[in-house]
């Protein structure tokens, strides 16, 4: 059964940072591009960023070019987010996900970015 854990969010001040986690399992990490996307209160959920399987290819949305940094640890089966220097505006809950098959999603973690 694939289950992905997404963890590591709360309330941040403006300009600091977070590191969120997001535990996968019933499936081979390594095998996957891992995605973090994110909701905002009554928006659309948005890509923020990928990572390919085996080279580690990266991919941004402009809005977090240079801020965030996403890595993957295929031994933990773990993907993670760093986010730094925080905007208001990036308040949202944040989700992970796997391509090809995506669609399982978990229950995200709730980033909040106070001003």
């Known amino acids: 059964q694939v289950q992905l854990v997404e963890s590591g969010g709360g309330l941040v001040q ?7 986690s997001c535990a996968a399992s019933g499936f081979v990490l390594s095998s996957y591009t891992m995605r973090w996307y994110r909701q905002a209160p009554g928006k659309e959920r948005e890509l923020v960023v990928s990572i390919s399987p085996f080279v580690g290819s990266t991919t ?6 240079g801020r965030f940094t996403i890595s993957r640890d295929n031994a933990k089966s773990t993907v993670y987010l760093q986010m730094n220097s925080l905007k208001p ?12 098959a995506p669609g399982n999603w978990g229950q995200g973690t709730q980033v909040t970015v106070s001003s």
């Open 60 to 65: 941004y949305a402009d809005s977090v070019k």
């Open 14 to 20: 403006f300009g600091g940072s977070l590191r969120l």
């Open 89 to 100: 505006e990036k308040t949202a809950v944040y989700y992970c996900d796997r391509y090809p």
